[in-house]
Each structure stands twice: as C-alpha cells, then as structure tokens.
C-alpha cells in the first residue's frame, strides 16, 4: 500500500526557507508560501544606490528556483498559523495542512512608534526599498542645490548604504549625509576597533556622526532627535531596527510576548513538536547575528531536522559557525571581521562579490549551478564593469595597496 505523502509547509522563501526546500525530498508534498514572488539577495542591495547592481541583478525568480527543487510556490500572505490543527492560514483564503512546518519568514523593520516615521521616512529593508531609495537619491542629485540625506541606523546597513552615498558624491552628486546611531558607536554588535575605523574613513568625507541619540520625530523635511536638534532632511532613510513579522506577534509560538520565537538546539519551536523556525525569526538558545550566512546555515540544518522526525532519527544542532563577516564602504574600503582580528581594504569588494555570484547560483540551482548560468554570466559582466574595473585605474590600485589595514582588537563585543 502506497504511504500518503508528508505534508511540508514552508513559510518564507528567502535564505533559510529556500535552502531548507533545496534539502527535502521530491517525494514530499512540500510548499513554500511566500508575498513576494521574487528571492532578493538582501546583503547586496545597498549597492542598487550607486548604480553598482541593479534590481535584476539581485533578485530570483521563486517559482522557478522551486520548481527546479522540485516543490511548489505559493505567493500569498500568511495570516497565521493554527498549530493545534496544523493548519497554515492566508490572506488568499488557503488552509494549508502541514504534518512539518517551517517559519522562516525572516524580521520586518521598525520605527518603534517614531512619530512621522512610517510616513516620512523610506525603509531599507527590500529590493524594492533600495530600488525607491536610489530613485529619491537621483531625482535629489538633479536639483542645484545640495541636498540633505540622514540615515537612521549605523549598524551593517545604514554604514553600507553611507558608503554607496559616499561613492556617488566622489562621482558628483552634492549631498550633505548625517548618520544617526542610538548607540554610543557604530556598528554596535561589531568590534570597536571596526567601528573606530569606520569613523576615521567618514572623517574626510564631512558625514556628521550623531551618536547616542534616538529620533524623536519625522517631518516631511526634517529629523528631530531626542536632545532637541533639528536636521534637515530632504531624505531620511529608515535602516534602524527589526521585529518578528506582525502575523506572529502574540502568536501561540511566542505565549510570552519576545522579540523572537523560541527554539532548542535543533531549530524545533519550544511551543510545537513539528514546527520549526529558522532564520531572523529564531530566538536561539545562544544568540547568532541575524546575517544572511546564518540564516543560510539555519536553514539547511531545519531541512535536514525535517527529514529526520519524519524518519524518527534523532535531529542535528544548529551551532553558528565562525564564519567572517563583511562590510563594505562603497569605493572607499570593505572591512572583513574574523572576530579576533581584521582586515581593511578596497581590494576586498571582490571577496563580497564572490560571496554573491557563488550564493546566486547556489540559489538558482543548489544541485546544478552551473546549469543556469545565464544569470551568472550577467551578474559577473555587470559586477566586472560597475566594480571590479574601477578598482584597476592607478589611482585606484594605489589606494587598494596601502588602503590594506589589519585592525586589532576586534573581537566582538555584543
């Protein structure tokens, strides 16, 4: 007698959910469910600023890539999940029935109650956000006056969208950039030697720093953060703070109202036996950055755990790897955190762009990357032009040898 198929619910198609499909069975009926139809490589977007990628450079076609794994996409909303029936619920109406789940729908931004800031304020945290960004960026650039940006957030993202600031005024535009931290240093989570220089490379290219502050309001031409001060803002951009997505708030995931949904060592819910939760939605027993690398790792580990209690095998543990970290400062450097020490230096861009042409095709196809190999030759042509070749005028050469710094005293400090 022919077994019934195992039901799998995938909520999320981005680095932990598509990962996590590429790892299950064909002979499992297996959906992911996601409202966006695209995957969006989010670590790059900061780049669509200057021109250096475009939309279509960092985006997947989810059916697709699905398709080839041999699973089904659904594109929907999910408004919640009954997991006394173990029923995944939409806003299209679908009553998905799981005998595993996966919640990995990753962490939406917010403006913690900031008056004025969901309506005045544009939010970094998509494709599209950087796509609208860039369009404000450029219609500001055509005026005759200088134009005043401030980025909310100098953690990994408002640094790396300065950076991508940076370089268009050393291409011409006129823009006055004020960086906002409600920390006392940047990159708060990184190494303070790596926040020290990432102050020293702001130094010459007039940003004023504002440490230690919150935002208080968001006009529709203007910051005012909490001591009073008034910035002048013809764009303000939102890169400060995430949240668990509204449809899991108060769910019966999280009883007790955290920031994230509790897990064990094996990814698995504290409050279901067959749910599991992967990516920036995971509260983990030993707290991991909320980075693409380890939500990709997450995400292969949830797969496999999938396939394990199907089997009644014992499940694996997740453990963060070491993995280095890094951060790019448009034309002027990129910095590489390997914990204990770092490094600095333009040349490394090109260890970044590695990063992403090798995870793109992963993406594509996990079992058959070169197979797709249309997107990667696109990718490597356009990175080769907009940021590889620059770096090869003599100017830029010399700048990328004695630009090569090891930072010491970079381990992190929480």
């Not at 945290?125 to 100098?154: C, F, M, N, Q, Y």
Request: net charge positive; aromatic share 6%; charged share 25%.
């Amino acid at each position: 007698m022919t077994q019934p198929k195992r039901r799998v619910v995938i909520i999320g198609g981005n680095f932990a959910g598509l990962v996590a499909a590429s790892r299950l069975s064909r002979d499992h009926e297996v959906t992911v469910v996601d409202v966006r139809a695209e995957f969006e490589w989010t670590p790059n977007i900061h780049e669509i600023l200057s021109g250096v990628k475009s939309r279509e450079g960092v985006v997947l076609s989810r059916e697709r890539c699905i398709r080839r794994y041999g699973h089904h996409f659904l594109q929907d909303r999910v408004s919640g999940i009954d997991h006394q029936r173990n029923v995944v619920l939409t806003e299209g109406g679908a009553h998905l029935c799981y005998d595993a789940c996966l919640v990995a729908a990753g962490s939406d931004r917010t403006t913690a109650g900031v008056e004025g800031a969901d309506r005045h304020a544009q939010g970094f945290r998509w494709v599209d956000d950087a796509v609208k960004t860039a369009e404000r960026l450029d219609r500001l650039a055509r005026r005759k006056r200088p134009a005043s940006v401030v980025i909310v957030g100098g953690g990994v993202t408002g640094v790396e969208v300065l950076g991508e600031i940076l370089r268009r005024r050393r291409s011409g535009d006129d823009f006055k950039v004020h960086l906002v931290e409600a920390e006392r240093r940047l990159l708060p989570g990184q190494s303070e030697g790596l926040a020290r220089d990432a102050i020293q490379r702001m130094a010459p290219h007039g940003v004023t720093l504002h440490k230690g502050l919150t935002v208080r309001e968001v006009g529709p031409r203007s910051v005012v953060l909490a001591d009073g001060s008034k910035l002048s803002a013809d764009l303000c951009i939102w890169s400060a703070g995430m949240k668990l997505p509204d449809f899991l708030s108060g769910s019966r995931l999280n009883p007790d109202g955290l920031d994230w949904l509790p897990v064990d060592e094996s990814l698995r819910s504290r409050h279901a036996d067959n749910i599991f939760v992967a990516g920036d939605c995971a509260a983990l027993p030993q707290p991991a950055r909320k980075q693409a690398f380890n939500a990709i790792d997450m995400g292969a580990v949830a797969g496999d755990n999938i396939e394990r209690l199907f089997r009644s095998r014992p499940l694996k543990r997740f453990r963060a790897a070491p993995t280095p970290l890094l951060i790019s400062f448009g034309d002027l450097t990129t910095w590489l955190d390997a914990g204990v020490f770092g490094l600095a230096s333009p040349a490394l861009a090109a260890a970044k762009e590695a990063v992403y042409q090798v995870n793109m095709a992963r993406f594509a196809s996990p079992r058959e990357p070169l197979r797709y190999s249309a997107g990667v030759a696109d990718r490597a042509v356009t990175a080769t032009r907009r940021l590889l070749l620059p770096q090869l005028l003599p100017s830029r050469l010399c700048e990328g040898v004695t630009g090569f710094r090891v930072i010491p005293g970079t381990a992190g400090s929480g």
